[in-house]
C-alpha cells in the first residue's frame, strides 16, 4: 500500500507538472500544483538531512529495520527551484520544532495530510519525569542497567520549590502518599517569628535574604529555604515591647523642639496618663528587663535578623526566630566579612 501510493502521488505530481508548464505563469502554477501532490517527497528528504531519527519516527511500519539510522524513502520527483525556497525554512525550522508555526506552513502550503506523515510530528513528547530509584539510573562505572520493572509512584521525585520572597504569596496543595498533603510555597513574605528570651511570637514581613551557609547563589536570588538568614520587619515586636514594658526601643533621644516647629505642629506628642496600677505592673516588669545591644540597634535600624526554622516547601509556611546570643554574633561576622569582601571586589 505504501508503496502505491507513492507512486500515484508521483504520477499525479509528474502530471500536474506538465500541465502547469503548458501555460502562461507556469512558476505560480507549478509550486502550487506540487504542494498540493507532491511535496511528501521534499518533507521527507529534508527530514532525512536534518533529524533521521525524527524522519524514522513518521512511518515506522515501512521501515528497513537492519538500517542503524532507519530512513523514510522519499518519493523520486524532480522538485523545482520555487518549491525547494517555499520548503526551505520549513525543513529548517525542523531542528527547533515549533507546533504553531509548522501548522501555519502547513496551512499556506495546503499540504495533504492523508498519509499520516506530519500528523505523527506532533505527536506529544515523552516527558523525562524525575526519579529516585536506582533501576532507572546508570551505574556508579558509567554503564547502562537495564530497566526489568516500570517506574513506580512510590519512587517518585518533585522538583524543588525554591520558594521566592514576593509580595504574591503562592501556595499549592499537593497530594502526597497515603493521602496526605504537603503545602507547596511558592512565594511568601511572611511569617511567624518567635522572640525566644522574651518568649513571644509576632507575624511579620520578610524583608530581605541576606546569608546561606549552603550555597550564596540563594541569597542573590532571594530564595526561602530551612535554616536561611533574613530580615524582618521589628515593628510587631517594637510594638509589644512598649506595650509590656512601656519602652519605646530604637527610638532616637527627644531633641529639644524649636519655638517654630512647635507652632507648625511638629512637635512630639504628649504620652498617655497611666494609672497607678498599670505604673506598678511595668516598674515590676522592667527590674528583670534584659535587651541585647547588638539587638536594640538593630531595633534602631527597623530590622531583625532572624533564621527560618521552617520548610516552606513542605508546610508553606516561612517561620522562624530571632537570632540572640552566640549564634546573632557569629552571623553578625559572617555578614561583616561578606561586606568587607564586596567591598574589595
Not at 501555519?104 to 519525569?129: F, N, T
Not at 526561602?224 to 510594638?239: E, G, H, M, N, R
Not at 505642629?265 to 516598674?283: C, I
Request: hydrophobic fraction near 35%.
Amino acid at each position: 500500500m505504501f508503496f502505491a501510493s507513492a507512486v500515484f502521488n508521483a504520477g499525479v505530481a509528474g502530471c500536474c507538472t506538465g500541465l502547469a508548464l503548458s501555460f502562461p505563469g507556469a512558476p505560480q502554477a507549478l509550486l502550487q500544483s506540487c504542494l498540493t501532490f507532491g511535496a511528501f517527497s521534499f518533507i521527507i528528504e529534508g527530514l532525512n538531512k536534518q533529524q533521521p531519527a525524527l524522519a524514522g519516527s513518521y512511518s515506522s511500519k515501512h521501515l528497513n529495520k537492519n538500517l542503524v539510522h532507519p530512513k523514510v524513502l522519499p518519493l523520486q520527483l524532480p522538485l523545482p527551484d520555487e518549491l525547494k525556497g517555499a520548503f526551505s525554512s520549513f525543513c529548517k525550522s525542523l531542528a527547533k520544532p515549533n507546533r504553531s508555526k509548522h501548522l501555519e506552513l502547513i496551512a499556506k502550503c495546503r499540504l495533504s495530510c492523508k498519509h499520516g506523515y506530519l500528523l505523527k510530528l506532533y505527536r506529544a513528547p515523552s516527558v523525562e519525569r524525575i526519579s529516585r530509584d536506582s533501576m532507572h539510573k546508570r551505574r556508579a562505572t558509567g554503564g547502562k542497567k537495564k530497566a526489568w520493572r516500570k517506574k513506580r509512584k512510590y519512587e517518585l521525585g518533585r522538583q524543588p520549590a525554591n520558594t521566592k520572597l514576593s509580595s504574591n504569596k503562592t501556595v499549592r496543595r499537593i497530594r502526597v502518599r497515603g493521602g496526605n498533603v504537603k503545602w507547596r510555597a511558592l512565594r511568601l513574605d511572611t511569617g511567624n517569628y518567635s522572640w525566644g528570651s522574651e518568649a513571644v511570637t509576632r507575624k511579620t514581613r520578610i524583608l530581605d535574604v541576606v546569608y546561606n551557609a549552603s550555597n550564596n547563589e540563594l541569597v542573590r536570588t532571594q530564595t526561602l529555604v530551612k535554616s536561611a538568614i533574613v530580615q524582618v520587619d521589628a515593628t510587631p515586636f517594637k510594638q509589644w515591647y512598649l506595650q509590656h514594658y512601656g519602652v519605646d526601643i530604637g527610638r532616637k533621644k527627644k531633641a529639644q523642639t524649636t519655638k517654630k516647629e512647635a507652632e507648625e505642629g511638629e512637635a512630639p506628642t504628649e504620652e498617655v496618663k497611666k494609672s497607678n496600677n498599670l505604673q506598678r505592673k511595668l516598674e515590676k516588669r522592667q527590674k528583670d528587663r534584659k535587651l541585647e545591644a547588638h539587638i536594640e540597634e538593630q531595633f534602631a535600624g527597623g530590622r531583625l535578623l532572624a533564621c527560618i526554622s521552617s520548610r516552606p516547601g513542605q508546610c508553606g509556611r516561612a517561620d522562624g526566630y530571632i537570632l540572640e546570643g552566640k549564634e546573632l554574633d557569629f552571623y553578625m561576622k559572617k555578614l561583616q566579612r561578606k561586606k568587607g569582601k564586596g567591598a574589595a571586589a
